[in-house]
């Protein structure tokens, strides 16, 4: 009885490996490899980003190349941008995608630089902060980013507060 029962387990594994190889052969099995290859690759996106984007002025004039950053209120990985010449940045999270995961944040404004080369190799001196703690150090600039949604963050610095006087900013 034992080998009655061990031979129909071996040819329903048969039975079942012929079926799977007949449907792996032309097109049918072209379709079904293409999608669970798709499916595989959908998953390895990386978390729920929300594209986030605005315009940063002091005293109603451009901010312009300034860098911004989103620190996540509960832990987590920040998103950043710089400003171009009309005060616009949009934000980048991490492998090239653009913007940030859903959820609260504090946003830091910061013109300071430490000194670097440039893609010449020429040295580009360190920037002195020009922007108040309240907006940097102890940033009271706060957004919440919304899944699914073009988020649109737009800030009004006011001159005029404490300036950190160092290069780095923080």
Do not use: W
Not at 17 to 31: N, P, R, S, V
Not at 34 to 45: D, E, F, K, Q
Not at 52 to 65: K, R, S
Request: charged residues 25%; proline residues 5%.
């Amino acid at each position: 009885m034992r080998e009655i029962d061990r031979n129909a387990g071996r040819y329903r594994t048969m039975i079942r490996e012929t079926i799977f190889m007949k449907c792996l052969h032309g097109a049918q099995g072209l379709a079904i490899v293409l999608a669970i290859t798709s499916l595989m690759v959908g998953c390895n996106r990386g978390p729920e980003i929300a594209s986030v984007e605005g315009t940063i002025t002091m005293d109603g004039e451009p901010l312009v190349d300034a860098t911004v950053i989103f620190t996540p209120v509960g832990g987590g990985r920040p998103a950043a941008a710089r400003t171009d010449e009309q005060g616009h940045y949009v934000l980048n999270f991490s492998g090239g995608r653009k913007g940030a995961q859903p959820g609260d944040y504090i946003v830091r404004v910061t013109t300071a630089q430490d000194p670097y080369e440039d893609e010449e190799g020429n040295p580009v001196p360190a920037r002195r902060e020009t922007i108040p703690m309240e907006y940097n150090q102890e940033s009271t600039l706060k957004f919440t980013v919304e899944a699914k949604k073009k988020n649109i963050a737009n800030f009004d610095l006011k001159s005029g507060g404490k300036v950190v006087d160092d290069a780095s900013g923080y």
